[in-house]
């Protein structure tokens, strides 16, 4: 930490942000192997159809619907870290089970549900944990810094990872590409460990008293209750329900309808996702230009609505990866322009002693969304085609601004304007 009358230094050059930093970005590495793995070993390997690989991509998000609970007993935890080290290490040890598997012949898709399943409930236990962490890594005034430094970091595994994932999928097979994920959040959870807190967390007594499901109520009414938060949640869940409807059916329509193999396929989407990275880079100083509030409008339009390009892809193999390429760019730089603004617009709105719990009921409507508009595009690819699907899902999820519109969300310029004790509209009901 900086001295008094000192400039602050650099986020990277503090041991514990940088240590929580480089975790963080081996992780975003290797999910972005396993997304584009975890799928194509189910098509290539196992002869899955659209539909089935739909529901393997909703066992991933299912455990989400619990989020609620489990962020609400999170918050009763002293020693957050030490969850989140452990939901690396129970996801790395579930992963290892698939390479293993399949190389003794006895890999099923059955075993992937499984698999998805339970490496689906560490990443809720992960989540729920980690608001109330970062608060603890980073000071309240550079959380839009710090949000998009993680952020780039992610952007960047979606540049390479998934040109390594294909590559890896093509060279080594599927399984061993998994493995690579493994290995990823073991790396992980050794970071996480050595990133040491520069605050100590504001203790809640209500935290640690009440009956779960109370405590889960609280933090599903303070949810609600800000208008902040209720106006990002229904976005956010708008937004993820058809954009889900999408991923479910990306690797299979890209794989079967495009004819893209899987090393093409990790390349379009790696040089695609350079659009993420730049707007994460962007993300500060376009909400300092135009407004933290106006960057997330912008991003919740761009977000979706590139999923068109997608539809419309065909010709000759140069115009389909072009065209997938592009609206993965598209869609990277509004999702990060969406995601860095909004989480730190909410990590300053929280209060220390809900973080978790407000993480927990956030995740149960927001994530626990993902898993039907998976089924909803796995049963609406079947019955309308891939394209029509596609289509909705593009339309669809550009409703979702409709939710921030009426919201004071637009009007916020800057997270100092929320330490105005005149911005009563910012303050949850009931206060």
């Given at each position: 930490m900086?001295?008094?009358?000192?400039?602050?230094?650099?986020?990277?050059?503090?041991?514990?942000?940088?240590?929580?930093?480089?975790?963080?970005?081996?992780?975003?590495?290797?999910?972005?192997?396993?997304?584009?793995?975890?799928?194509?070993?189910?098509?290539?390997?196992?002869?899955?159809?659209?539909?089935?690989?739909?529901?393997?991509?909703?066992?991933?998000?299912?455990?989400?619907?619990?989020?609620?609970?489990?962020?609400?007993?999170?918050?009763?935890?002293?020693?957050?870290?030490?969850?989140?080290?452990?939901?690396?290490?129970?996801?790395?040890?579930?992963?290892?089970?698939?390479?293993?598997?399949?190389?003794?012949?006895?890999?099923?898709?059955?075993?992937?549900?499984?698999?998805?399943?339970?490496?689906?409930?560490?990443?809720?236990?992960?989540?729920?944990?980690?608001?109330?962490?970062?608060?603890?890594?980073?000071?309240?005034?550079?959380?839009?810094?710090?949000?998009?430094?993680?952020?780039?970091?992610?952007?960047?595994?979606?540049?390479?990872?998934?040109?390594?994932?294909?590559?890896?999928?093509?060279?080594l097979?599927?399984?061993?590409?998994?493995?690579?994920?493994?290995?990823?959040f073991?790396?992980s959870?050794?970071?996480?460990?050595?990133?040491?807190?520069?605050?100590?967390?504001?203790?809640?007594?209500?935290?640690?008293?009440?009956?779960?499901?109370?405590?889960?109520?609280?933090?599903?009414?303070?949810?609600?209750?800000h208008?902040?938060?209720?106006?990002?949640?229904?976005?956010?869940?708008?937004?993820?329900?058809?954009?889900?409807?999408?991923?479910?059916?990306?690797?299979?329509?890209?794989?079967?309808?495009?004819?893209?193999?899987?090393?093409?396929?990790?390349?379009?989407?790696?040089?695609?996702?350079?659009?993420?990275?730049?707007?994460?880079?962007?993300?500060?100083?376009l909400?300092?230009?135009?407004?933290?509030?106006?960057?997330?409008?912008?991003?919740?339009?761009?977000?979706?609505?590139?999923?068109?390009?997608?539809?419309?892809?065909?010709?000759?193999?140069?115009?389909?990866?072009?065209?997938?390429?592009?609206?993965?760019?598209?869609?990277?730089?509004?999702?990060?322009?969406?995601?860095?603004?909004?989480?730190?617009?909410?990590?300053?709105?929280?209060?220390?002693?809900?973080?978790?719990?407000v993480?927990?009921?956030?995740?149960?409507?927001?994530y626990?969304?993902?898993p039907?508009?998976?089924?909803?595009?796995?049963?609406?690819?079947?019955?309308?085609?891939?394209?029509?699907?596609?289509?909705?899902?593009?339309?669809?999820?550009?409703?979702?601004?409709?939710?921030?519109?009426?919201?004071?969300?637009?009007?916020?310029?800057?997270?100092?304007?929320?330490?105005?004790?005149?911005?009563?509209?910012?303050?949850?009901?009931?206060?």
């Amino acid at each position: 930490m900086s001295g008094p009358g000192e400039a602050p230094r650099p986020l990277l050059r503090e041991p514990g942000f940088r240590s929580f930093f480089l975790a963080h970005t081996v992780s975003q590495f290797g999910d972005r192997i396993s997304e584009l793995a975890f799928p194509l070993l189910a098509v290539l390997l196992l002869d899955a159809t659209a539909a089935q690989v739909s529901v393997l991509t909703a066992l991933v998000w299912l455990p989400n619907l619990a989020g609620i609970f489990i962020g609400t007993w999170v918050d009763r935890q002293p020693n957050k870290k030490r969850l989140l080290v452990a939901a690396d290490l129970i996801r790395a040890g579930l992963l290892v089970t698939v390479p293993l598997a399949f190389a003794f012949d006895a890999g099923t898709l059955a075993q992937l549900y499984a698999v998805a399943l339970l490496t689906g409930a560490a990443s809720v236990l992960f989540n729920t944990s980690y608001p109330a962490f970062f608060v603890l890594l980073v000071d309240r005034p550079r959380y839009l810094a710090a949000n998009s430094a993680l952020s780039a970091s992610r952007s960047v595994s979606f540049i390479a990872g998934p040109a390594l994932g294909g590559a890896l999928v093509q060279a080594l097979t599927a399984p061993i590409a998994i493995l690579v994920d493994a290995v990823s959040f073991l790396l992980s959870a050794v970071g996480v460990a050595r990133a040491r807190r520069t605050r100590v967390a504001a203790t809640d007594e209500d935290a640690a008293s009440g009956r779960l499901w109370q405590r889960a109520r609280e933090g599903l009414r303070f949810t609600l209750g800000h208008p902040v938060l209720r106006a990002g949640l229904g976005c956010t869940t708008t937004v993820n329900y058809f954009s889900f409807i999408f991923s479910a059916l990306l690797v299979f329509f890209a794989s079967r309808t495009l004819g893209l193999p899987p090393g093409l396929l990790g390349l379009a989407l790696g040089v695609g996702a350079a659009g993420g990275l730049l707007g994460a880079v962007v993300a500060p100083r376009l909400s300092a230009r135009i407004g933290v509030g106006r960057s997330i409008v912008l991003g919740g339009v761009v977000f979706p609505a590139s999923i068109a390009l997608v539809a419309v892809a065909g010709g000759p193999l140069w115009a389909r990866v072009t065209l997938v390429a592009a609206a993965e760019f598209l869609s990277g730089i509004g999702v990060m322009l969406f995601d860095v603004n909004l989480n730190a617009l909410q990590a300053t709105v929280i209060p220390d002693g809900l973080r978790s719990r407000v993480s927990g009921a956030y995740s149960t409507v927001n994530y626990g969304v993902r898993p039907l508009g998976a089924l909803t595009g796995g049963a609406l690819g079947s019955w309308l085609g891939l394209r029509p699907t596609l289509w909705i899902a593009a339309i669809g999820g550009t409703l979702c601004v409709l939710w921030l519109l009426p919201s004071p969300i637009p009007k916020v310029r800057s997270l100092d304007q929320l330490d105005d004790p005149e911005e009563s509209r910012l303050a949850p009901a009931g206060t």
